[in-house]
């Protein structure tokens, strides 16, 4: 499969700050790219996405980043919250293919 | 609840026995993926399938098989189970191929 990957595993953050999490990907056909969270006994849950041809793009709370140059994805958590603590994956497909690929997860924790 | 259905939640079986995962994907929905997830691996695609036909293959063990039906919900029978194959088992469906997934909540497998 793809080589999608993070650059760090976990991640703990201070309620209020904000967090940053970093994805690598490898194939430089990828064009759409998806953020997903997942809870604790949940399935993941997307949060936001972004196609190869934005360098940017904005939610509620969250921005994701996407440097093709380079191959890197970042997501952006404004004010991170408890709630906002899960495991964070970033997922890759190319308009040839028909799956997406999964990064192994950054697990983020927001201390009180 | 994310509109996609898995069950059962959780199966507990013996090794060298055959189980069926089962999911029903969002009203709509004509694209169904299988995913593994296990504690080292991340998530895994194993399968796809489109309005009933398949469309994609990943790392899945001969042992595997699934199918859609033509109700569109799906299927995942896993035989001769191994330890190994103990994992959380997902199923996502979209409403075309290449657009952003929804999860069901996974059927957490224990092989004993």
């Known amino acids: 499969g793809e080589n999608v990957g993070l650059h760090l595993p976990t991640l703990s953050v201070q309620e209020g700050d904000n967090s940053i999490i970093n994805c690598a990907y490898s194939n430089s056909a990828s064009d759409y790219f998806i953020w997903y969270k997942q809870e604790s006994g949940k399935g993941p849950q997307f949060i936001i996405d972004i196609r190869s041809n934005m360098d940017k793009r904005q939610g509620q709370r969250v921005t994701v980043l996407l440097n093709k140059t380079v191959k890197h994805l970042s997501l952006q958590i404004a004010a991170t919250q408890p709630g906002d603590s899960a495991v964070y994956f970033c997922a890759e497909n190319s308009n040839t293919g028909n799956q997406f690929y999964f990064g192994t997860g950054t697990s983020l924790t927001v201390i009180p | 609840d994310s509109g996609v259905t898995q069950t059962p939640k959780h199966l507990i079986t013996a090794t060298g026995q055959r189980v069926t995962l089962r999911c029903s994907p969002r009203?709509?929905?004509?694209?169904v993926y299988w995913y593994q997830q296990s504690l080292d691996q991340g998530l895994q695609f194993l399968i796809h399938y489109y309005n009933g036909e398949e469309r994609a293959k990943g790392n899945i063990l001969e042992r595997f098989s699934a199918q859609q039906f033509p109700d569109l919900h799906s299927e995942l029978n896993l035989s001769s189970l191994e330890l190994g194959d103990s994992a959380l088992y997902f199923c996502a469906s979209s409403v075309e191929e290449y657009y952003g997934y929804t999860f069901g909540s996974g059927t957490r497998l224990t092989v004993v």
């Open positions: 009203s709509g929905d004509l694209s």
